[in-house]
C-alpha cells in the first residue's frame, strides 16, 4: 500500500480525525489500524478526538480542535 510509502517506521507520525464522519469512522479507523501494524510509529499526533479503542493501540497524544478550545474558553461541554 502506498499509503504509508515515505513513512519511517518508529517515527512519530500526525494524522487528524476533524471531518471524519461517523457513518464514515470505519474506513478511519481501518487505515490508522494498518498504520500501526505497517510503520509502527513512535507516537501519532492527532489533531481532534480518536475514540477509546484507538488511541489504546499506539500512543496517542491529541490536540484539541479549535472549536473545543473555544468552548473550553467559555466553560460550556455544549457549545452554548
Known amino acids: ?23 464514515e469512522y470505519r474506513h478511519f479507523e481501518h487505515g490508522f489500524r494498518e498504520m500501526v501494524e505497517r510503520i509502527q510509529p513512535s507516537r501519532v499526533l492527532c489533531y481532534g478526538r ?3 479503542e484507538l488511541g489504546s493501540l499506539i500512543d496517542v497524544r491529541c490536540y484539541p480542535t479549535r472549536w473545543e ?6 466553560g ?3 457549545g452554548r
Open 1 to 23: 500500500m502506498f499509503s504509508f510509502a515515505g513513512v519511517s517506521r518508529r517515527s512519530v507520525v500526525a494524522v487528524s480525525a476533524v471531518g471524519v464522519r461517523q457513518t
Open 50 to 52: 480518536l475514540r477509546r
Open 69 to 74: 478550545g473555544i468552548k473550553r474558553a467559555v
Open 76 to 78: 460550556s461541554d455544549d
